[in-house]
């Protein structure tokens, strides 16, 4: 069965403490993402990775980390930099071909305390 | 990418069609529309895509105006698992990181 996984669903942590959020997908897609969506509002993209060993920042990378050492896995550190953690954070994929579709992970909420 | 411009929130009645209109008055001629949805609390789901012409597939009708500045999505028989929001979304294939960019979107309420 083919999809995108991110684990846990939901994740409590102290302020100050780093978290690594997992994402691990078997489409066999290059490109993968992390948004973040606070309540009523759309989503927002903190970094990208287009290829194995290689990532950008999106447009609020400030307080987060990646790594891309696997194609199959995009895993996102939350540090103690980051000012405002809690939120809902997906995890993407980009098909390739004519529809250029993104397929989404069923997220992770994150709540620090 | 293009801006747009969706209605907050709309209702209807179950077994009806669904409307849903976005403006995109800048759009460019290589950017297409998208249109994704997100029941509460998962992740977005793709429905469909245009550039010009109008679109169908077994989820949804997409109408594209003859001048592309908006557009509309068609739910032929609304049910209530259809309740949930609607983002229309305009992006060029060329487009660098290829990632989409999100706005607030309609929250659709389907009524029983």
């Known amino acids: 069965d083919g999809g995108i996984t991110q684990s846990p669903k939901y994740l409590f942590r102290k302020e100050g403490q780093n978290v690594t959020l997992s994402c691990e997908q078997n489409?066999?897609?290059?490109?993968m993402y992390w948004y973040r969506q606070d309540p009523g509002q759309g989503l927002r993209l903190i970094y990208y990775s287009q290829i194995v060993n290689d990532f950008q920042k999106g447009d609020i990378a400030e307080g987060y980390s990646v790594s891309r050492e696997k194609k199959e896995s995009f895993p996102l550190t939350v540090t103690s930099a980051q000012k405002n953690p809690t939120a809902f954070y997906l995890c993407?994929?980009?098909?390739?071909?004519?529809?250029?579709?993104?397929?989404f992970g069923p997220g992770t909420r994150l709540t620090v305390l | 990418d293009a801006k747009t411009t969706q209605p907050p929130s709309m209702d209807c009645a179950e077994g009806r069609a669904a409307n849903l209109p976005c403006n995109h008055s800048?759009?460019?001629?290589?950017?297409?529309v998208y249109w994704y949805r997100q029941i509460h609390s998962q992740g977005p789901q793709y429905i469909i895509h245009g550039l010009k012409n109008n679109e169908t597939n077994e989820m949804a009708s997409l109408i594209i105006t003859e001048d592309r500045k908006s557009s509309t999505l068609i739910l032929p028989h609304a049910t209530l698992r259809d309740t949930a929001v609607y983002y229309c979304i305009v992006r060029g294939m060329d487009t660098g990181r290829r990632a989409l960019t999100f706005g607030s979107g309609t929250r659709l309420q389907v009524q029983p």
């Open positions: 489409l066999n897609h290059d490109a």
């Open positions: 800048t759009i460019s001629g290589n950017e297409y």
């Open positions: 993407a994929t980009l098909a390739g071909g004519p529809v250029h579709e993104q397929f």
